[in-house]
């Protein structure tokens, strides 16, 4: 069975860094994109960007380039998401998922990790 | 960048009723759109991919259409589970912009 299993919930104080974690199994972990998207409380969802773990190669949203990074370690078939000076407005669920076509990133995204919450407040 | 619309923002209507939800793309983006259903407190889930084709495991009464600008969801026959915020996304190219969801409910 394909899943992505995310990191556990987090509560940290504004400036403070943070790094959550995806894990991928059951698949061919390099071979896939990892997306990752933003769910502020009572919003909608917002793509934040990918990367392929196959070279680190990530793309960002123009509104989250510069604010957040991705990486992976192959080795261990995960994908991080860090900060690294958190502001009260990253408050919000943090989700991974899977573009399923593998070495493509135009594809439907399937499955989702079941996301990280992240609340920043001082 | 292109940018993903809904209509309606919310909607009310009775079980078995027939829902149509509409998403529009400000460019056309062929046939690379999908849907996702996200219930309460839970995590998106892939309803429908390429405009048309239904995801694995997804009912029946769930179906999509379009290309180009305008693309649209329907439900035949609304159930209580369907109780949803639904979210049309275009995945052609980056980034990959997700519409503002269509929040469904029961009345």
């Known amino acids: 069975e394909v899943q992505l299993v995310q990191s556990g919930a987090e509560v940290k104080k504004p400036g403070e860094s943070l790094k959550i974690s995806c894990a991928g199994s059951?698949?061919?972990?390099?071979?896939?994109?990892i997306a990752w998207v933003r769910q502020r409380p009572g919003e909608g969802l917002e793509w934040m960007g990918i990367i392929y773990p196959g070279d680190s190669d990530a793309r960002y949203s123009p509104s989250f380039e510069g604010q957040v990074t991705f990486s992976v370690d192959q080795s261990i078939n995960t994908a991080y998401l860090q900060w690294s000076s958190l502001k009260a407005s990253d408050t919000a669920i943090y989700y991974c998922s899977r573009p399923t076509p593998p070495e493509k990133y135009y594809g439907p995204f399937h499955p989702w990790g079941q996301g990280t919450l992240v609340t920043v407040s001082s | 960048d292109i940018q993903m619309t809904q209509s309606p923002s919310s909607l009310s209507a009775s079980v078995g009723d027939r829902v149509t939800i509409t998403c529009r793309a400000s460019e056309g983006i062929s046939n690379y759109l999908a849907w996702y259903q996200q219930k309460p407190g839970k995590v998106p889930k892939l309803l429908i991919f390429?405009?048309?084709t239904l995801q694995s495991g997804v009912p029946s009464r769930f179906s999509g259409s379009g290309s180009g600008t305008v693309f649209s969801l329907t439900i035949s026959g609304l159930q209580p589970e369907d109780v949803a915020t639904y979210y049309c996304?275009?995945?052609?190219?980056?980034?990959?912009?997700f519409g503002p969801g269509t929040k469904v409910e029961i009345k």
């Open positions: 996304q275009r995945f052609n190219t980056v980034p990959q912009t």
């Open positions: 059951g698949y061919n972990f390099s071979t896939y994109w």
């Open positions: 390429s405009a048309s």
